[in-house]
């Protein structure tokens, strides 16, 4: 029998808000420009017609309260403040009146995002995940399970920076909203536990430094915190 030449990586996991459990992440999900006015400030238009995405690591992401170096290549890193569904079972091609029954829950989570690579891949028509894909990009905090959250709507969703308000909206501005968001990725993937998808951040998105803090919060969930140091040397 074959040895394997290094050790599997371990997948992260995010805690349960009030239980002794854990959620392993396999995989992440993230819908692009899903509000509108954050397109806007961005110089691009909502596609209507269908959503979009991309991918992240599981291995991006790290807890919530966490102290992260700022990261190499980027003179322009940005914060993105989510809304995050949680697959809690297998969801193949389902009609977006079933989708919610797939869901496990939902939490707060930050996309952290190289922007001038970002901006630069756009421009030439390449790929984002220079600008989205890297080492602790992706923040998180526990999971509510979705019986214990209200009906999705009204909730504000909000992003601070050493106490100063960023972004401020709430999860009816969302473009494409989470069943049709559930729905419409299972019908490219066969989604299963495990599966984080980040919805989309809203307008007032901009550039942290060294010795930021960051707090993330929507009405009903765990917030989610950051601070920033300096990049290692």
């Given at each position: 029998m074959s040895n394997r030449l290094f050790a599997d990586p371990q997948y992260p996991a995010v805690p349960v808000t009030g239980e002794d459990s854990l959620y392993p992440v396999h995989r992440i999900f993230c819908v692009g420009r899903n509000y509108a006015e954050h397109a806007k400030e961005m110089g691009v238009e909502v596609d209507r017609e269908e959503p979009f995405y991309f991918l992240k690591d599981a291995q991006s992401l790290v807890?919530?309260?966490?102290?992260?170096?700022?990261?190499?290549?980027?003179?322009?890193?940005?914060?993105?403040?989510?809304?995050?569904?949680?697959?809690?079972?297998?969801?193949?091609?389902?009609?977006?009146?079933?989708?919610?029954?797939?869901?496990?829950?939902y939490a707060c989570g930050l996309d952290m995002t190289r922007r001038d690579l970002q901006l630069n891949a756009r421009a030439k028509s390449r790929p984002w995940d220079f600008g989205k894909n890297f080492e602790q990009s992706t923040i998180m905090a526990p999971i509510t399970r979705a019986t214990a959250f209200a009906e999705i709507g009204p909730q504000e969703i909000v992003l601070d920076v050493n106490g100063e308000r960023r972004q401020a909206a709430h999860l009816d501005d969302l473009v494409w909203n989470v069943p049709e968001i559930v729905s419409h990725l299972s019908h490219y993937y066969h989604l299963q536990p495990g599966d984080l998808i980040f919805t989309g951040t809203p307008a007032g998105v901009g550039a942290v430094v060294a010795g930021d803090v960051l707090r993330g919060s929507i009405t009903g969930l765990a917030d989610v915190e950051l601070a920033i140091s300096k990049a290692e040397s």
């Open positions: 807890q919530t309260g966490a102290t992260i170096a700022y990261p190499p290549g980027t003179a322009n890193y940005h914060y993105e403040m989510e809304f995050v569904i949680a697959i809690g079972a297998p969801a193949f091609k389902v009609p977006v009146d079933a989708a919610s029954a797939a869901i496990f829950g």
